[in-house]
Protein backbone atom coordinates (compact mmCIF):
# COMPACT_ATOMS: atom_id res chain seq x y z
CA UNK A 1 0.00 0.00 0.00
CA UNK A 2 1.41 3.45 -0.94
CA UNK A 3 1.65 5.84 1.68
CA UNK A 4 3.19 9.24 1.90
CA UNK A 5 3.27 11.22 5.41
CA UNK A 6 4.44 14.91 5.18
CA UNK A 7 5.61 16.63 8.60
CA UNK A 8 7.50 20.12 9.42
CA UNK A 9 5.11 22.41 8.74
CA UNK A 10 4.08 25.12 11.53
CA UNK A 11 3.91 28.40 12.28
CA UNK A 12 6.91 30.58 10.79
CA UNK A 13 7.54 34.68 10.76
CA UNK A 14 7.38 36.69 7.01
CA UNK A 15 10.94 36.19 6.16
CA UNK A 16 11.81 32.76 8.00
CA UNK A 17 12.49 29.26 6.98
CA UNK A 18 10.92 25.92 7.07
CA UNK A 19 11.68 22.37 5.73
CA UNK A 20 9.31 19.77 5.17
CA UNK A 21 9.99 16.06 4.58
CA UNK A 22 8.00 13.68 3.52
CA UNK A 23 8.51 9.61 4.02
CA UNK A 24 6.80 7.00 1.66
CA UNK A 25 6.67 3.90 1.80
CA UNK A 26 5.08 0.84 -0.02
CA UNK A 27 6.39 1.58 -3.33
CA UNK A 28 10.68 1.91 -4.87
CA UNK A 29 10.98 5.26 -5.21
CA UNK A 30 13.43 5.46 -8.43
CA UNK A 31 10.11 4.22 -10.09
CA UNK A 32 8.29 7.96 -10.13
CA UNK A 33 9.30 11.42 -10.45
CA UNK A 34 8.00 13.27 -7.05
CA UNK A 35 7.02 16.27 -6.43
CA UNK A 36 4.95 18.81 -4.11
CA UNK A 37 1.86 20.80 -4.40
CA UNK A 38 0.00 23.46 -2.09
CA UNK A 39 -3.61 24.49 -1.98
CA UNK A 40 -4.69 27.27 0.33
CA UNK A 41 -8.36 28.27 1.08
CA UNK A 42 -10.31 28.97 -1.98
CA UNK A 43 -7.41 28.79 -4.08
CA UNK A 44 -6.81 26.03 -6.81
CA UNK A 45 -4.20 23.48 -6.01
CA UNK A 46 -0.31 25.05 -6.93
CA UNK A 47 2.64 22.85 -8.23
CA UNK A 48 5.41 23.73 -6.39
CA UNK A 49 8.52 21.39 -7.48
CA UNK A 50 9.39 18.25 -9.24
CA UNK A 51 11.92 15.96 -9.68
CA UNK A 52 12.18 13.52 -12.10
CA UNK A 53 13.54 10.11 -12.21
CA UNK A 54 16.89 11.08 -13.49
CA UNK A 55 17.37 14.07 -10.70
CA UNK A 56 16.24 17.22 -12.66
CA UNK A 57 14.44 19.54 -11.04
CA UNK A 58 11.81 22.38 -11.81
CA UNK A 59 10.34 24.62 -10.09
CA UNK A 60 7.15 27.58 -10.37
CA UNK A 61 8.05 31.29 -11.10
CA UNK A 62 6.17 31.71 -7.67
CA UNK A 63 9.01 29.61 -5.48
CA UNK A 64 11.84 29.45 -7.78
CA UNK A 65 15.18 30.93 -5.79
CA UNK A 66 13.18 30.15 -2.58
CA UNK A 67 12.50 26.62 -1.99
CA UNK A 68 14.77 23.62 -2.74
CA UNK A 69 13.17 20.22 -3.52
CA UNK A 70 15.27 16.88 -2.64
CA UNK A 71 15.25 13.35 -3.05
CA UNK A 72 16.68 9.91 -1.29
CA UNK A 73 15.54 6.95 -3.62
CA UNK A 74 17.30 5.02 -0.69
CA UNK A 75 15.03 6.45 2.56
CA UNK A 76 11.97 6.68 0.04
CA UNK A 77 12.01 10.29 1.35
CA UNK A 78 11.66 13.52 -0.13
CA UNK A 79 12.13 17.43 1.84
CA UNK A 80 11.09 21.06 0.42
CA UNK A 81 13.69 23.56 1.79
CA UNK A 82 11.82 27.18 2.59
CA UNK A 83 13.32 30.03 2.43
CA UNK A 84 12.24 33.79 2.61
CA UNK A 85 8.83 32.49 3.22
CA UNK A 86 6.17 34.90 2.63
CA UNK A 87 2.24 35.14 3.71
CA UNK A 88 1.13 34.64 0.00
CA UNK A 89 2.67 30.81 0.95
CA UNK A 90 0.25 29.55 3.91
CA UNK A 91 -1.37 26.82 2.42
CA UNK A 92 -1.24 22.92 2.86
CA UNK A 93 2.29 21.38 1.52
CA UNK A 94 1.32 17.90 0.02
CA UNK A 95 4.47 15.55 -1.31
CA UNK A 96 3.11 13.61 -4.72
CA UNK A 97 4.31 10.69 -6.65
CA UNK A 98 3.96 10.96 -10.35
CA UNK A 99 5.24 9.25 -13.41
CA UNK A 100 6.57 12.25 -14.87
CA UNK A 101 7.06 15.85 -14.36
CA UNK A 102 3.73 17.57 -15.39
CA UNK A 103 1.82 14.60 -15.32
CA UNK A 104 -1.27 14.24 -12.89
CA UNK A 105 -0.34 12.95 -9.32
CA UNK A 106 -0.78 9.72 -8.91
CA UNK A 107 -0.49 9.51 -5.17
CA UNK A 108 -0.33 12.18 -2.29
CA UNK A 109 -0.11 12.13 1.31
CA UNK A 110 -2.71 13.71 4.08
CA UNK A 111 -0.54 17.62 4.21
CA UNK A 112 0.97 19.38 6.42
CA UNK A 113 -0.13 23.25 7.45
CA UNK A 114 2.46 26.00 6.67
CA UNK A 115 1.18 29.46 7.99
CA UNK A 116 3.29 32.33 7.29
CA UNK A 117 2.24 35.40 9.28
CA UNK A 118 3.93 37.75 12.14
Known sequence: QVQLVES???LVQPGGSL???CQGSG????YYAVGWFRQAPGKERERLSCIS?????SYADSVK?????FRDNLETTMSLQMNGLKPDDTA?????????????????????QVTVAS
Do not use: E, K, P
Open 92 to 112: VYYCATLTRCGDAYDYWGQGT
Open 8 to 10: GGG
Open 53 to 57: RDGDA
Open 65 to 69: GRFTM
Open 27 to 30: FTLD
Open 19 to 21: TLS
